[in-house]
């Protein structure tokens, strides 16, 4: 009893006491665990910095996600998808690159830029996605503060009226007031919260705007461009080119071939100057040598069934919607408005037949191919592709050959396999079987043949972009690659198996064999011999055979000073000329010259394999057509004297001109199309210009962003420190 009368009256202390044992029950195993675990960092501690140092930490972070996640609710990223403008669907892409895969905007961009609308590279384009790749939280940090930073302001009023307006349509009637509260409600946050997160996303457009924005273009700039782009020189005339007369010159001395070898040896040809007006060179480009696996389609084609009607039926009545036309809904009346009509199935089960037996085919050959790389790979199974190198591969690497007749064996279909001799990218793009073959990538764009195996690291010569294939490897097998998508002629993998870069030849009697596939998948045998030797041989003709085309057509300007009748006295002289130059075509023919735009010349160049061969080919021809234009007198509409003959060296030609006309687009035209072309003037600039202003590479030097420590060994740390990209300079 004593006992039970001191706990009833000693309970408040007890019950303490017992309070505090259940604590330390659950408090100290945990603190054990957190005890035995690596240090770990605080939220609040930086782990960037940036601007005048100012700290991005992990709450910094998590708080830009929910403030992504609220603009997602504002339908943010279908609003800046939607638009025409480069600059916010850039921005989309940035901030909720998750909404619409990369590789659809990718593709939207680069089709642009096809059409002539865009003046980006290609690169330029897959560097912007590659480094913008899973940094949404810190590019919107960075560019939110940079726009504050700038000075412009846009307020939760404007923010409010845009939503007003849009947020309906996308909907379909639900109102913006209606979204902003339920964000407010989900993520615990006031209306005017909200509203400031959406006003500073459309800040950063503001600034984006007024920093890629140009000043307004003049009128003497828009009559300028319209000159370029209207103006050109239309002749008529007789051309007496050099590789006409080529078969009545003589064969260079061995002296001469080494001599010009050896002032040309380090050149790449066609890059003409004026120590070198012939465009010489023999500089050899970087090469690969491939091995191969290829099947033809036709072949693949009798080991797969006909589609039954009953498929043709099922596919036609799960796609009606590609199986509609627009027609006149009153076919006598011109002007009556398009409708759509459902085409019947009689009338397109022929077309679907087709493309079903074509997809059966496709999908037949990829299965054949990919068994093939997988038989000659099994050797591959324990490497760390990670650290592998070149030798790893080859030690590993099965033979083609024998996977082929594998192949052939057990489906009873030809598979050609070989190996090429070490051949260049203009090769391997020329060729009618190798040249055709592409790689499906994330991208709808395919990436082709010569794409990809330039760009093994050895080499580098071509850059894969960051939804086009995985970079290949010497030695690892590219495939299933198909010539063409929908109605393929062949399907292959291909594997680099040696390579060489850029060198000038050994010396003059150097030669190699190409080894390249024709079209019955057989070993070229014409031409299939490259020789130095002859290149430089026929190169010292043709200088002999521009002397032979002077000469005929100083002779025919003669004749024609005698006679007006310039199309009588070009007939006269082709059949006196047509026994000894079989080849030679004289002849009265329109031409026109226009000059190329450099700038646009460049921007194409930076996806070119060798650009400075493509641009040295740009040069030239504008130089003819200065050359042309230096005949004319100022504000003259045909030359001071006519006819004329004109040489143009790189071109190895001699023109006779009859009749020259420089000729510009009409006034009434330019003031037609001013508008348009004011407005493709700016957009041209704009779109430069906010490239690079959204290239995070640049974003991180202009906010000079850069890393305060190293994150902890705590997962939620690791994740985010690799979302920023942090690989040992500004990223």
């Not at 078969?247 to 001395?253: F, L, M, R, V």
């Not at 459902?342 to 191919?369: D, F, H, M, P």
């Not at 580098?460 to 939804?467: E, M, N, P, Q, R």
Request: glycine share 4%; with cysteine.
């Amino acid at each position: 009893m004593h006992l039970v009368k001191w706990i009833r009256k000693n309970m408040t202390k007890l019950m303490a006491i017992f309070v505090i044992l259940i604590m330390v029950a659950f408090v100290v195993p945990q603190l054990l665990t957190q005890l035995s675990r690596p240090k770990f960092n605080s939220p609040s501690t930086a782990y960037w910095l940036y601007a005048d140092d100012k700290k991005i930490t992990l709450n910094d972070i998590k708080a830009a996600t929910v403030e992504l996640s609220v603009l997602s609710g504002l339908y943010t990223d279908k609003i800046f998808f939607s638009q025409n403008d480069l600059r916010m669907v850039l921005l989309g892409h940035m901030l909720f690159g998750q909404s619409v895969p990369g590789a659809v905007v990718s593709d939207q961009i680069k089709r642009m830029k096809s059409e002539a609308q865009l003046q980006v590279s290609n690169r330029k384009i897959d560097k912007f996605f590659e480094q913008s790749a899973g940094k949404s939280e810190l590019l919107w940090i960075l560019l939110r503060a940079e726009a504050k930073r700038s000075g412009c302001a846009v307020s939760t009023e404007t923010a409010g009226t845009i939503l007003k307006k849009i947020i309906p349509q996308i909907t379909g009637g639900v109102s913006a007031a209606e979204v902003v509260k339920s964000l407010s409600s989900t993520y615990h946050m006031t209306e005017n919260e909200i509203l400031q997160i959406f006003a500073d996303s459309f800040l950063v457009v503001a600034y984006a705007n007024i920093v890629s924005e140009v000043e307004d273009i003049t009128e003497a700039q828009l009559c300028n461009a319209f000159a370029k782009q209207f103006k050109t020189i239309n002749a008529e005339a007789v051309t007496f080119n050099a590789e006409s007369f080529l078969d009545k010159t003589g064969e260079p001395e061995a002296e001469q071939i080494a001599a010009n070898f050896d002032k040309y040896k380090d050149v790449y040809p066609g890059q003409s100057s004026e120590d070198n007006p012939y465009g010489f060179g023999y500089k050899i480009g970087p090469r690969v040598q491939l091995e191969y696996m290829v099947v033809k389609c036709d072949d693949v084609k009798k080991l797969v069934a006909e589609p039954l009607d009953d498929e043709l039926e099922r596919y036609y009545q799960a796609n009606l919607e590609q199986f509609t036309e627009q027609v006149k809904k009153d076919e006598q009346d011109p002007n009556s408005e398009m409708v759509s009509k459902q085409e019947s199935y009689a009338e397109v089960a022929s077309l679907i037949k087709t493309a079903l037996l074509n997809r059966k085919i496709v999908s037949k050959s990829s299965v054949i191919i990919n068994e093939a790389i997988e038989l000659a790979e099994a050797g591959f199974a324990d490497i760390d592709f990670a650290t592998a190198t070149t030798e790893d591969f080859k030690a590993k690497a099965g033979s083609y050959a024998s996977a082929a007749a594998k192949i052939e064996s057990k489906y009873g279909i030809p598979v050609a396999n070989g190996k090429t001799g070490l051949i260049s990218i203009e090769q391997v793009q020329k060729n009618s079987v190798f040249g055709y073959l592409m790689m499906q990538g994330q991208s709808r764009m395919s990436a082709p043949l010569a794409k990809l195996v330039f760009a093994i690291d050895e080499l580098g010569v071509t850059a894969l972009g960051a939804y086009e294939a995985v970079k290949p490897k010497v030695y690892l097998s590219i495939g299933p690659l198909f010539s063409g998508t929908s109605q393929p002629e062949n399907v292959a993998a291909v594997r680099v198996v040696d390579y060489a870069p850029a060198q000038a030849a050994e010396n003059v009697n150097y030669s190699y064999t190409k080894n390249m596939l024709s079209p019955d998948l057989t070993i070229e045998v014409e031409d299939n011999v490259v020789s130095i030797k002859a290149l430089v041989s026929k190169d010292l003709k043709r200088v002999e055979a521009m002397q032979v085309a002077k000469t005929k057509a100083s002779e025919f300007m003669a004749k024609v000073g005698q006679n007006e009748d310039w199309d009588k006295v070009a007939e006269e002289f082709q059949k006196s000329l047509v026994a000894d130059y079989p080849e030679i075509l004289v002849s009265l023919r329109p031409v026109s010259f226009a000059r190329q735009s450099l700038s646009l010349a460049e921007t194409m160049s930076e996806d070119m394999p060798m650009p400075e061969l493509y641009m040295s080919q740009i040069q030239q021809y504008n130089r003819f057509v200065d050359i042309a234009e230096s005949e004319f007198g100022p504000g003259q509409e045909k030359p001071r004297t006519l006819p004329l003959m004109i040489e143009y060296k790189p071109f190895k030609v001699y023109y006779c001109m009859k009749d020259m006309t420089r000729e510009y687009g009409s006034v009434d035209y330019y003031n037609q199309i001013r508008g348009t072309i004011a407005y493709k003037q700016d957009a041209m600039t704009v779109q430069a210009l906010i490239f690079d202003h959204y290239m995070p590479e640049n974003i991180n030097k202009r906010m000079n962003f850069r890393i305060a420590q190293q994150p902890s060994d705590s997962n939620e740390s690791a994740d985010v420190n690799d979302s920023a990209g942090a690989d040992g300079d500004e990223k």
